[in-house]
């Protein structure tokens, strides 16, 4: 199960900037490469990337997040 969830429009920031993947980061202690970015659009899970987080990159239609530790290595 999933600690907590973040969602951009509550926090007051926009995907893909940077500025919201740190701040997560940064507020919550984490290690950019032990954390895990599920979104469904390709440039935000690229940003991400780009900070060292891991990423999965939800084809909407195709696939579910309840279908994430099946596919995600921890």
Do not use: C
Request: no cysteine; glycine share 4%.
């Amino acid at each position: 199960s999933f600690e907590k969830v973040y969602f951009s429009f509550e926090m007051g920031l926009r995907k893909p900037q940077s500025e919201i993947y740190t701040q997560l980061l940064t507020e919550n202690n984490l290690i950019a490469s032990e954390t895990l970015f599920v979104d469904d659009k390709k440039e935000n899970t690229n940003a991400a990337e780009k900070l060292g987080v891991q990423v999965w990159n939800l084809q909407v239609g195709q696939e579910d997040v309840v279908h994430l530790f099946d596919k995600v290595k921890l």
